[in-house]
């Protein structure tokens, strides 16, 4: 079993920035890969970010190319978002996921952070 708790969002003016945090309980949390989510209000669900075990491989959604960055230390269990150039559009619950096995079925899931943009 793994448990996910995302931190670190809230309500920030557009061109600010925040830093999303999902800690990871388990002893295995080097070997996951895992993926950013987000779902703004009558949308559905978008990928915008993954990372694998290693932290050196890296993907991002178009959306947030070169404004949001995805990290992990796997000696704290936790993976980050480091989202700059935050834009109204940005407004969304975000989610922290893992996948196990590396074929994009995300099995464990976070509660969830609101991130609010206003403009």
């Known amino acids: 079993q793994v448990q996910l708790v995302e931190s670190g969002g809230g309500l920030v003016q557009a061109g600010g920035s925040l830093r999303l945090s999902c800690a990871a309980s388990?002893?295995?949390?080097?070997?996951?890969?895992m993926g950013w989510f987000r779902q703004a209000p009558g949308k559905e669900r978008e990928l915008i970010a993954t990372i694998n075990w290693s932290g050196r491989s890296t993907y991002y959604a178009g959306s947030i190319k070169g404004r949001f960055t995805i990290s992990r230390d796997n000696a704290k269990n936790t993976v980050y978002l480091q989202m700059n150039s935050l834009k109204p559009e940005d407004t969304a619950v975000y989610y922290c996921a893992a996948d196990l096995d590396g074929y994009g079925r995300y099995q464990y899931w976070g509660q969830g952070t609101q991130v609010t943009v206003s403009s």
């Open positions: 388990g002893r295995t949390f080097s070997r996951y890969i």
